[in-house]
C-alpha cells in the first residue's frame, strides 16, 4: 500500500478527480434521470460521487472528539463497521442515499459544469493544504493524507459505476487511481473474516457471495 503522505497519494487522487470528470462531461443531459445504481438514478449517482470532493472542504481543518484513525483502511473498517442486514446498517445505507439524492439535487441544471468547478476549487485547496492537516471525518480523526486515499477509492468506485450504467469506456487517466483502490481494497479485505475466500477468489479458486462488498 502506498504509504500515507507520499506524493503518489496526492497523484492518484488528482488521477481519481480527472477521471471522474471527464465521465461526468461525457453524460448526456437526457440520461440524468436513468437507473444507476440501487435505488439511484444517474443524477444521484454524480451528487453522492461528487460528495468526495465537497467532503474535502467540510471536514478539511476540523477536529472532532471521535478516537483517531491509522490510516484510510481502518476508515472503512469503521465505516462499515455496522452488520449487514442490520437495523443500524439499513440507517446507514438510507442516509447514504439520501444524501446523495440531495447532492444530485443541488448539482443544478448543468452538472457537469457543477462538478467541474467543485473539482477545480477541491485540487487547489488539496494542493495548498498541508500533509497532516487535521480532518474530522465521520469515523474519526485523521490527516488530510490519510483522507485523500478514501475519497479516491469513492471517486474511483463510482466513476466506474457510471460508466457501467451508461456503457461508458473507462477513462485512462483513472487507471493509477484503479490501481491505487485496488491495493487499497485489499487491505481492507485482509483484516476482515472473509479474508481467505477474498485470496481464493483473487486466485480463481472460488466465486464469491451476491453483493460481497469489502466496505
Do not use: K
Not at 66 to 73: D, I, K, Q, T, V
Not at 157 to 168: C, E, I, K, R, S
Not at 174 to 193: C, D, F, G, V
Request: overall charge negative.
Amino acid at each position: 500500500m502506498v504509504a500515507p503522505g507520499s506524493a503518489d497519494v496526492r497523484e492518484t487522487f488528482h488521477c481519481a478527480v480527472a477521471g471522474f470528470v471527464s465521465l461526468v462531461d461525457a453524460v448526456p443531459p437526457s440520461r440524468l434521470s436513468e437507473a444507476a445504481l440501487g435505488s439511484w438514478n444517474v443524477r444521484d449517482l454524480i451528487g453522492h460521487a461528487s460528495r468526495a470532493l465537497s467532503t474535502i472542504e467540510s471536514y478539511c481543518g476540523r477536529t472532532t472528539d471521535a478516537s483517531s484513525l491509522a490510516g484510510p483502511a481502518e476508515y472503512f473498517a469503521r465505516i462499515g463497521s455496522a452488520p449487514p442486514g442490520s437495523d443500524a446498517r439499513r440507517q446507514r445505507d438510507a442516509g447514504i442515499a439520501r444524501r446523495g439524492r440531495q447532492a444530485g439535487e443541488g448539482l443544478g441544471d448543468c452538472p457537469a459544469a457543477a462538478v467541474r468547478s467543485l473539482a477545480e476549487r477541491v485540487l487547489a485547496f488539496v494542493d495548498a493544504t498541508a500533509d497532516d492537516t487535521l480532518v474530522a471525518s465521520p469515523a474519526g480523526q485523521m490527516t488530510l493524507a490519510g483522507y485523500l486515499p478514501t475519497r479516491t477509492f469513492e471517486l474511483v468506485v463510482h466513476a466506474l459505476d457510471l460508466a457501467t450504467a451508461l456503457a461508458l469506456p473507462v477513462p485512462e487517466a483513472l487507471r493509477p487511481a484503479i490501481a491505487a483502490s485496488t491495493m487499497l481494497a485489499a487491505e481492507i479485505a485482509a483484516a476482515l473474516p472473509t479474508a481467505p475466500d477474498v485470496l481464493l477468489a483473487l486466485c480463481g479458486r472460488r466465486g464469491l457471495p451476491q453483493a460481497f462488498s469489502v466496505v
